[in-house]
């Protein structure tokens, strides 16, 4: 397609080109209670302050449910319940019998997928398509992994006597509510751990959920417990003395805090933080596929995700093809309803993280920046931010350094795979990264050369309960997944 007939095309929107019917998935699917307590030592619990906080849709800013705000007092309730459950039950129970609790979630989270994926986009703003097809079929197949390692422990580290370490506080994000609790949940248990997990502010409703499933699937009481609050319920966490190890997904702001606390309190820990992935096309990848590539890259769960394909590095000779072929894809997908099938583009979760992103996008402009938005119209409520690509950047700028986690792609060219790894390295980051090629060989010098926890090669943004996930560097530290995410949860002795 000639630069003429693009700038035509770009000038029609994409529903104009090809309209497609609404196919929204029912809100009706789901119960949402008006209001939810604490699960704590297998009931909800109301908190000892009798306060609640807001959940809303962040597509139509519509209120979902009002949720329990714990204070000291509650985090020390479902602390001593996780710790009577701990000795009383959970780590005297024989290992395949805690395998089988591990398989029964697993089960019933299948039975009800429909329901979890629903809730899902419906309190975090993403797109049905993915909650449905990636974060709860991800979920299950982490439950059904870690169940398996329960009674075979001695056989992951086999000539030592693995042994829990008690109770494991659990902090995660707002990105993968449903999916990050698994990656948590999961492994603790299998190891014979119990756990007081916080969810973030803006999406407590799929793990509140998950709190009536463990209770329904008759898990010893206190084995899990869910307290809900702000961000100093997770300071509280991280600083309790009962607790005996932390497990962190956010930033890296708060992940040093987590860090400080838990080596003061002598807590094992292990933080999953932010990231700023390279996702580099050498000039004889196949350019359509590495436009797939950097479209799943950057725009999956609208870039919030930590790790995100969210600089592209394109080499010299392909980039004019490249960047051109990228635009007229960008320009095909369909933002708005998340629980519209079609999809591709949902909500920004909340409005100050719309903020944040508008924020880099304004110092982006105010530096000369050239910026490019699809021309998908934004609905009228609700927080929203275009596919959006940000051209003639240099490696120092603001937003090719820091983590903007919204739909935005930084570009920059290379000529040599030298360049290409010392541009990739060059942020405070380490948690993942992308090659695109046809050269087998090229792969693992490039893979080699970028200190990252994670290089997809020819795909990006692929997850498998059986291989481990983490970061260097200001990424974070320890790894989830895999049988290197049993570790964590593990005192080992010869
Ligand atoms: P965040 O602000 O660090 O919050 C993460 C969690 O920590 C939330 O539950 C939050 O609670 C809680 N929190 C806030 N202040 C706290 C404090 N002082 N002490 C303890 N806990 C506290 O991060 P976010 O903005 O929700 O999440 C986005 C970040 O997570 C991004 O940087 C992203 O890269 C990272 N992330 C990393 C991974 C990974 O696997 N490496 C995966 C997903 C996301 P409230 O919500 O109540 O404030
Ligand atoms: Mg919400």
């Not at 059904?144 to 008690?166: E, I, N, S």
């Amino acid at each position: 397609m000639s630069e003429k007939e693009l700038t035509t095309r770009q000038n029609l929107r994409f529903d104009e080109l090809w309209a497609y019917d609404p196919a929204p998935e029912s809100p009706d699917y789901v119960k949402i209670e008006e209001q939810y307590n604490l699960f704590i030592d297998g009931k909800f619990q109301e908190p000892a302050s009798g306060r609640y906080f807001e959940t809303i849709n962040p597509a139509n800013e519509k209120l979902l449910s009002r949720v329990a705000r714990a204070d000291k007092s509650d985090l020390d309730k479902a602390v001593a319940a996780a710790r009577k459950a701990y000795e009383g039950v959970w780590s005297k129970m024989p290992a395949k019998e805690r395998g089988k609790y591990i398989y029964r979630i697993a089960r019933l989270l299948q039975e009800r997928a429909r329901e979890f994926a629903i809730l899902e986009s419906m309190d975090t703003g993403k797109p049905i398509r993915e909650s449905r097809d990636v974060d709860i079929p991800i979920v299950i197949a982490h439950f059904f992994y870690y169940a398996g390692w329960a009674d075979k422990l001695k056989y992951a580290f086999p000539g030592v006597d693995p042994r829990p370490l008690g109770v494991a506080g659990q902090i995660i994000p707002w990105n993968f509510p449903l999916l990050m609790a698994a990656w948590k949940i999961a492994p603790a248990l299998a190891t014979g751990n119990t756990v007081v997990i916080k969810p973030a502010s803006s999406t407590p409703l799929t793990l509140l959920r998950l709190g009536e499933l463990i209770r329904d699937a008759g898990l010893p009481d206190g084995v899990v417990n869910i307290v809900t609050g702000p961000g100093e319920i997770g300071n509280a966490i991280a600083n309790h003395p009962g607790i005996d190890k932390i497990a962190f997904t956010g930033s890296t702001e708060i992940g040093r805090t987590i860090q400080e606390a838990s080596l003061r309190t002598g807590k094992k820990y292990t933080l999953e933080l932010g990231g700023k992935a390279a996702n580099i096309v050498f000039d004889d990848a196949p350019v359509e596929e590495a436009v797939e590539g950097i479209v799943n890259g950057i725009f999956f769960n609208q870039g919030h995700v930590c790790c995100a394909g969210s600089r592209l590095l394109v080499q010299e000779g392909v980039a004019d093809e490249l960047v051109h072929k990228l635009k007229m894809r960008m320009e095909t997908l369909i933002l708005g309803d998340p629980l519209d099938k079609n999809t591709d583009i949902g909500a920004i979760n909340s409005k100050g993280q719309l903020d944040s992103i508008l924020g880099y996008l304004t110092d982006g402009v105010e530096s000369g920046l050239q910026i490019y938005q699809t021309k998908c119209q934004l609905p009228e409520k609700g927080f929203w931010c275009p596919p959006t690509l940000v051209e003639n950047v240099s490696q120092a700028h603001r937003i090719v350094q820091e983590e903007v986690f919204g739909p935005v792609l930084t570009i920059q060219t290379f000529r040599t795979p030298e360049e290409a790894v010392s541009l990739a390295n060059n942020t405070p980051y380490g948690l993942s990264g992308g090659i695109w090629t046809d050269k087998g060989s090229k792969i693992f010098k490039v893979g080699k050369g970028i200190r990252a926890g994670v290089i997809w090669a020819n795909t990006f943004n692929k997850f498998d309960p059986t291989s481990p996930f983490g970061g260097y560097k200001e990424s974070g530290m320890g790894r989830e997944g895999g049988i290197h995410g049993l570790l964590p949860y593990l005192e080992i002795s010869q």
